[in-house]
């Protein structure tokens, strides 16, 4: 046999040894690596690597030695090792892959088995067999199966079926519901929290990774809070590391891509929802408010409104995540608490007019949530002068045709959520019962922000006419806008009752935007009128001064627009407000 051999000197020789050969001593290589330099060498290793292969092999071998050698473990500490490795990972992240990643799952936890057959036993000689048949087909995820699933991910999204069903009584030991599985498992347990905080949470070394890495390693995480055993363990450990923070400082990172932002969002709900802690949900809140930074006032009559950014994108994600969390809220002290620290908080924070209009959409849909979901929460807000607010915030947001509905959708008590992917006028009369019955009507003092939306557009119309007979540039306002509302109003005849249900109005998506404003502020006055005609509490409504107030003031308001734009008058000439046969106005 020709075994290579290293002298003294250092010149590698080859030497033939004759007879038998056995081994003197066995060693394992976590302990053979310490007298040559310990942990020290392996990370000269993994810096050294040039290869994939060669950061295999390095990382491997880190492996070993630290799941062989407690003091391999303490030496990693002492030496600051974790934030080394990613330090010199930073430089060969173009060699990191599948494989390496899985390396660091084996570092960070590790394969626990748990079963007890006796108790099992017991429980099932006094289960029903469709109770027994249920539980046996439980299943856990191993560390195995989680390498096998992560090995072929490529995608946004991939992660998502390592979602465990959770155990909501998360401070009961899990060790006590042995009943759950009947056969051995192996869990996932976090062992390693060091590896955790200083590598797998440093997001300045995995945003240079491919995507489908990073939210392999959000999975990763995500299945680690999911799963039923351990779990409580796990989120211990991961919150004693500041878990939530982590992902916080990550979401504020620009570089982040969408589909990576996602999971971070998606792990973060899982981590709030085991416990609702105050102290998580207030961090929460206050990123999401530091998110929004107001423009500053130009003009009087103008406002300024954000610019689309990530930040709204991670702000949206995020009132979304909220709101899923809310709604699954079923004890009353603990949603009062929910109340308290975030809903309050961002509703009357965002209720801004310079905010983006995609945020007020999900801030008015929490709104909406909050009031059908609380009595205390309906009367504070009415108390502490919201609808006014909403009067003065929503006229900004004319050209926003879902805010319109969710107005329209608590007025009649239908749920806000969940949004529908887009809005359409037949939305709107699908909330007035079809079997001819009629609900009562809640939160009617938001038909006054529907009023006033409907007069911000043709104020704003008129502004921009004035400006334009000011300029000279007439032409181009007024032929854009008849173009715009003839798309919307055109074949138009008759009495709305009959035939607006059929019209093309009705049917077509409601578009945003201001070019769109002036057909959907027309197509929502349309069908008030119709809805005062076929629903009588509407009518008893619209009796009441304060409303008939508003509605001569939009009335004024669109005189001012007909007679800047002679040409819409008979377009408008059907938008009147027949109320128990006496026309309140009329073009």
């Known amino acids: 046999m020709v075994i290579p051999f290293i002298f003294a000197s250092g010149i590698p020789r080859f030497g033939r040894l004759h007879g038998d050969i056995y081994v003197c001593r066995q060693s394992v290589i976590g302990d053979a690596i310490r007298p040559v330099g310990g942990m020290a060498v ?7 690597a040039e290869t994939r292969d060669m950061l295999h092999m390095a990382l491997t071998l880190l492996a070993c030695a630290l799941h062989q050698n407690p003091q391999n473990v303490k030496d990693m500490k002492k030496y600051r090792g974790y934030h080394l490795l990613a330090l010199f990972l930073r430089r060969r992240m173009s060699l990191f892959d599948m494989q390496s990643l899985e390396i660091f799952f084996q570092i960070a936890a590790c394969e626990a088995s748990f079963s007890e057959p006796k108790k099992l036993e017991r429980r099932q000689a006094t289960l029903s067999p469709a109770t027994s048949m249920q539980e046996t087909s439980f299943e856990v ?10 090995s072929s991910v490529g995608s946004h999204g991939g992660m998502d079926d390592f979602s465990v069903p959770k155990d909501s009584f998360s401070h009961i030991s899990e060790l006590e519901n042995s009943d759950v599985l009947v056969e051995t498992s192996n869990c996932i347990v976090l062992s390693n929290a060091d590896m955790v905080e200083h590598v797998l949470l440093d997001w300045t070394l995995w945003v240079t990774a491919p995507v489908s890495i990073q939210i392999a390693l959000l999975g990763f995480l995500e299945h680690l809070v999911s799963m039923h055993w351990y779990r409580s363990h796990n989120l211990t450990v991961l919150r004693r590391i500041n878990l939530v923070q982590h992902l916080l400082v990550t979401l504020q990172r620009g570089d982040v891509e969408v589909p990576v932002l996602e999971k971070l969002v998606v792990l973060l709900g899982v981590i709030l929802e085991d416990g609702f802690l105050a102290s998580e949900l207030e961090n ?13 006032l130009k003009l009087r009559h103008q406002i300024v409104r954000e610019s689309m950014g990530k930040h709204v994108i991670v702000r949206n994600m995020l009132l979304e995540m909220l709101i899923d969390l809310q709604v699954t809220i079923k004890s009353d002290e603990l949603l009062e608490q929910w109340h308290k620290i975030v809903s ?6 965002f209720l801004d007019e310079a905010v983006h209009p995609t945020s007020m959409r999900w801030i008015m849909t929490l709104l909406g949530v909050s009031l059908a979901s609380s009595t205390t929460f309906a009367l504070k807000f009415r108390t502490s002068g919201g609808y006014q607010g909403l009067m003065r915030v929503l006229p900004s947001f004319y050209d926003s045709p879902d805010i319109y509905y969710i107005l329209f ?5 239908k749920p806000v959520y969940p949004r529908l992917p887009e809005v359409r006028m037949l939305d709107f009369h699908a909330l007035i019962p079809s079997d001819g019955s009629y609900l009562e009507l809640k939160y009617v003092e938001m038909l006054e922000s529907v009023v006033a939306m409907a007069k911000s557009t043709f104020d704003r119309l008129s502004r921009q006419s004035m400006l334009a007979h000011q300029t000279g540039n007439l032409s181009q306002v007024g032929a854009s806008l008849v173009a715009e509302l003839v798309e919307g109003n055109a074949d138009m005849t008759g009495e709305l009752q009959g035939e607006a249900l059929m019209h093309k109005t009705y049917a077509a998506r409601l578009m945003g935007g201001e070019a769109s404003a002036p057909a959907a502020a027309t197509a929502v006055l349309r069908f008030m009128v ?3 005609k076929m629903c009588p509490p509407f009518s008893a409504v619209c009796r009441r001064p304060e409303f008939l107030e508003s509605c001569i003031d939009l009335y004024f308001s669109c005189i001012r627009f007909v007679f800047r734009h002679p040409a819409i008058c008979i377009l408008l000439s059907g938008c009147h407000v027949d109320i128990f046969g006496t026309t309140y106005f009329q073009f």
């Open 284 to 296: 929460v809140v206050r990123f999401v408010i530091m998110t929004f930074d107001p423009p500053e």
């Open 409 to 413: 959708c608590l007025v009649f008590g």
């Open 530 to 532: 119709d809805l005062a």
């Open 344 to 349: 309050s908080k961002l509703v009357t924070y």
């Open 141 to 150: 995820l191993s560390l195995s199966k989680f390498r096998d699933e992560i």
């Open 42 to 48: 392996v990370l000269a290793l993994v810096e050294a």
